[in-house]
């Protein structure tokens, strides 16, 4: 029995043309800031698009040389880590809560924080400062963690209810028919199944956080080291411009962030689709 031929029809050349235009606009970028980070700024502003004649490291030593790089990546990781760790302790539990304890109070609360995605940053933004000073976390790494926790809890919580509503309720009836508390319940059988919708919030709010710029820039104090993308933008001034040292900090910053996505791929996969799906 001959294998039936797959028929290629017109719209599937177009479909495949379109996404190779979209892989080089996507891939352009950082090509060309790979590129520029072993350039000279002289030989960026003359010919942007050549590729580098050799292999210039002097960028990567001013870098550390004219800016406290090493104390910004201590901030940025700091702030991602400390951030992702808190992130993944109360947005599944805040999720749990309302998604098994149906009641007003709780559709209420779900509904509140849903409305906190329809707000935009830019207009609550000097209320949310002057709250920080009120209670002092201007100024220092809290303002930030917090407010990236605050950030997530909408879109979290709408993500792991979506994700718990496929995970049977007999699993945890059994666990604690065992003798587990609702606690234990959750952390030892709930949480463990909902790894691949962690994985996606790990990513999401993971590169959210590493290239943020505008709250430590706004928060930390000034005249200090603050985080990679304030440490870069640095060197872009109103008159001048490093641009061979602020590329060569861009690849230094992707690195940790490419690691991250490829560690958590799969996971953000399934937890995007499944979440979709049962949401």
């Known amino acids: 029995m001959e294998k039936a ?82 992130i993944v302790f109360i947005v599944p539990m805040a999720a749990y809560g309302i998604e098994r304890r149906q009641s007003r109070t709780t559709a209420l609360v779900y509904t509140y924080f849903l409305a906190g995605m329809m707000i935009p940053f830019h207009l609550y933004m000097f209320p949310l400062f002057k709250e920080m000073r009120l209670f002092h976390m201007f100024g220092n790494m809290v ?49 463990p199944l909902l790894g691949p919708c962690t994985g996606s919030m790990v990513i999401l709010n993971g590169l959210g956080i590493w290239n943020d710029y505008l709250m430590p820039y706004l928060v930390l104090p000034s005249g200090k080291a603050k985080t990679i993308t304030v440490e870069i933008a640095g060197f872009v001034g109103q008159y001048t411009a490093r641009w061979d040292i602020v590329f060569a900090g861009t690849i230094i910053s992707i690195v940790p962030a490419l690691a991250i996505f490829c560690m958590f791929q799969k996971y953000f996969v399934k937890g995007i689709t499944a979440g979709a799906a049962k949401g």
Request: some cysteine; aromatic content about 16%; charged content about 15%.
């Open 5 to 86: 031929k797959l028929r290629v029809e017109p719209k599937d050349y177009v479909l495949f043309a379109v996404t190779i235009v979209l892989v080089f606009l996507f891939i352009y970028p950082v090509l060309f800031a790979l590129m520029s980070a072993f350039k000279s700024n002289g030989d960026i502003l003359k010919s942007p698009i050549s590729f580098p004649t050799s292999l210039y490291v002097q960028n990567f030593e001013d870098l550390f040389a004219q800016s406290d790089f090493l104390t910004a990546i201590l901030h940025s990781v700091f702030l991602t880590v400390v951030s992702e760790v808190l």
């Open 143 to 191: 303002g930030p963690i917090v407010c990236y926790i605050a950030g997530s809890i909408a879109f979290g919580t709408l993500l792991y209810s979506s994700f718990l509503k496929g995970i049977p309720l007999e699993i945890e009836e059994a666990a604690m028919i065992d003798g587990c508390t609702p606690f234990q319940t959750f952390w030892k059988v709930t949480f």
